[in-house]
């Protein structure tokens, strides 16, 4: 075995650019995987720690008529704070939020909004929920970016806010665009505005009450309480997960692609080298070998392409994933429009397992691409093979 | 002192399939060669001599008769027991050298040594007296295309010879050299012949090497036609 990784490595060196050529499309292949798999990676926990950051804090207790995805249920899901959240809340650890819909008319335009009411001191959520407090002569609220930009307001910016309270009577008054902020998190940014928390509750004439509540801690356990329903913060990050695996899934596709493109080149050169190299294979028969053992070389000199491969991606493939890891992939496109939880700016990040396995994942391909056109070998015949007949 | 016989073939038949029909290669053939012989088989082209030469190399088998080498029956011989016979016991000689062309020329005559795991300490100079003997060890790090056909057949010999074998068997080995080339090859083995008492069989039409043999088995038509001793390699 180890003469045949020897010869093995003599004729794939002296093959020269044809070995070449293919260990570099095979090396293209690793350094992309890992790469695009580590990009997912870092997305992945990118959009987790947004969302810890920005929405989830260490998981919620929603009210339990509350569904984000229906705006209707809002008119119901609010209840006074249960007593056993108090002290924490007191303690800042707990946060309340009430929400509640209404419109906004920038320039004259309608458009549906969720106001949500929030503590100004909390130091839960990045949101920087201070300047709620200020003492402004219209209500100071915040907006994200993406609200931001498609309602064309601005920090300064005066607009009219009409909701309906627990009566279901309507009322309008201005609210004072007093920060904007960035976050990569579209549900707690598009078409959300936030103003303090008592404000809210005075307006809606629900004093004392909220939507949901936000707890800092994850590792603190949690029980249920009556008309509030629990959610961990793996529930509300398993979206997240089922995002990256939904893209994850087209990925492959680009994956299968690149290792296909490769898989071709060196299943091309076993038939061809086979077919060119009868004589060869009958002079390694003739010297001893068993049309067994040419079989394993072949295989072995096949194979050997992804170790090849291997040591090239990473002369090239460690420096760059490395940079990669630091500076971090800036998409080209603007990511606020994607409307899913993505920063303009990804950070790849590798595991050990990740690098191991594609590299097993490829030269086991890789192995079994050079072994099925070698079998070949098992069915020549010694004399002919000599002769170089062709067949 | 009688030489000991190493090859003893007996009524051996070699058919090969023609489509439907059989095409009959070597009719009858029972020739014995004892150790140290430097014989020829001598014949007009399709007379079988390149069939019996691979008979008797293990590379193929009769359809009929028995070929005993060294005392094994090629016939009833495994592939991989045959493998073992030739990677022990022959070498071969080609026409066209069949030198591993990325290889240099120490790796391509250190390449049965490998097969047989000698340890590297032993193959070194096992390589180089091989290289030696054929006059090319300063050839050593050349590879294949970097030498003449003369120094091809050269590195070969060596490669046929470095192990020490029983038995070379060697078709048409001056078939692509020229006259100076061929008599210093043939030399080069006969002083092997006689100094190692290795066995040669040669196959071949051509009259240098005709003329060096010691024996000299005319073959035609797949039929021993005439069997020559021309000098006893007796001494
Ligand atoms: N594998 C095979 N299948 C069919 N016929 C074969 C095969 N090998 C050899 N023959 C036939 O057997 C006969 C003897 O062939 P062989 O190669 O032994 O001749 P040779 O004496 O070595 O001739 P040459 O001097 O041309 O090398 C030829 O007629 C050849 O066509
Ligand atoms: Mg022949």
Redesign the interface.
């Known amino acids: 075995m180890k ?1 045949a990784f ?1 010869l093995a490595y ?2 794939l ?3 020269g650019l044809r070995t070449w050529l293919n260990v570099i499309v095979l090396s293209f292949s690793f350094v992309v995987i890992i790469w695009l798999k580590g990009v997912m990676t870092g997305w992945d926990h990118q959009a987790k720690t947004d969302m810890t950051n920005w929405e989830i804090g260490g998981g919620q207790y929603w009210h339990e008529a509350y569904d984000p995805y229906d705006p209707f249920t809002l008119t119901e899901s609010h209840a006074p704070l249960p007593a056993e959240f108090l002290p924490e809340v007191a303690a800042g650890e707990m946060e309340p939020v009430l929400i509640t819909q209404g419109s906004i008319f920038p320039e004259g335009r309608m458009m549906q909004v969720i106001v949500r009411g929030i503590n100004p001191e909390q130091t839960i959520f990045q949101l920087p929920t201070s300047v709620l407090d200020s003492a402004t002569d219209a209500i100071p609220a915040i907006i994200g970016s993406m609200m931001a930009k498609t309602s064309r307001l601005k920090t300064g910016d005066y607009v009219t806010l009409r909701w309906r309270d627990a009566n279901g009577t309507f009322d309008a008054t201005d609210i004072l665009i007093c920060g904007i902020f960035n976050a990569s998190v579209p549900a707690i940014d598009a078409g959300q505005v936030y103003i303090a928390l008592d404000k809210l509750q005075e307006m809606m004439l629900l004093p004392g009450e909220a939507t949901i509540v936000t707890f800092r801690s994850s590792n603190v356990p949690r029980q249920e309480t009556a008309g509030w329903v629990l959610k961990t913060r793996e529930e509300l990050t398993r979206q997240v997960d089922e995002m990256i695996k939904t893209k994850s899934a087209g990925q492959s596709i680009l994956y299968g692609i690149l290792l296909l493109l490769a898989m071709l080149a060196i299943f091309d050169t076993q038939v061809l080298s086979i077919f060119r190299r009868q ?2 294979i ?2 390694y ?9 040419v079989v394993g070389l072949f295989t072995v000199e096949g194979s050997m392409h992804a170790v090849l491969a291997a040591f090239v991606a990473a002369a090239y493939g460690l420096p760059f994933l490395a940079w990669q890891a630091k500076a971090g992939w800036t998409m080209p496109v603007d990511t606020s429009e994607f409307g899913m939880a993505i920063a303009q700016t990804l950070y790849p990040v590798y595991s050990l397992g990740l690098v191991i396995s594609t590299v097993a994942i490829v030269t086991v391909t890789t192995t079994i691409v050079s072994y099925l056109p070698s079998r070949k070998i098992a069915r020549m015949n ?2 002919d093979a ?1 002769r170089g007949k062709l067949q | 002192m009688e030489n000991k016989s190493i090859i003893s073939i007996s009524r051996l038949i070699k058919r090969f399939p023609m489509g439907k029909d059989e095409f009959t290669a070597l009719r009858d053939i029972s020739l014995t060669f004892t150790e140290g012989e430097f014989a020829g088989l001598i014949g007009p082209s399709g007379s079988g001599k ?1 069939t019996l030469l ?1 008979i008797i ?1 293990s ?2 088998v009769p359809t009929e008769g028995e070929a005993l080498v060294l005392g094994r029956s090629i016939g009833k011989l495994t ?2 027991e045959a ?2 016979l ?3 016991n022959i070498g ?1 000689i ?1 026409q ?1 050298y ?1 030198l ?4 240099t020329v120490y ?1 391509n005559v250190e ?2 040594l ?2 047989l795991n000698i340890p590297s300490a032993g193959r070194h100079k096992m390589v180089m007296d091989a290289l030696e003997w054929v006059g090319l060890t300063d050839k050593v790090r050349s590879k294949p295309p970097q030498l003449s056909g003369g120094q091809c057949q050269r590195v070969a010999i060596a ?1 046929a010879m470095v192990k020490k074998p029983s038995l070379v068997l060697a078709d048409e080995p001056t078939a692509n050299l020229d006259a100076d080339n061929s008599h210093h090859i043939l030399q080069t083995m006969e002083t092997l012949n006689r100094e190692l008492k290795t066995t040669f069989i040669f196959a071949t039409h051509d009259d240098k090497v005709i003329s060096y043999l010691h024996r000299k088995i005319f073959l035609l038509d797949g039929r021993v036609d005439k069997d020559e001793i021309i000098r006893s390699n007796k001494r």
Do not use: C, M, W
Request: no cysteine; aromatic share 8%.
């Open positions: 003469l020897k003599r004729n060196i002296g093959a004589k060869e009958g002079t028969i003739a010297l001893g070998y068993t049309r067994q053992q010694p004399t000599l | 390149t691979n190399g590379l193929d592939t991989r493998a073992r030739r990677k022990e071969f080609f066209s069949n591993l062309a990325v290889h790796e390449f049965p490998l097969l490669r």
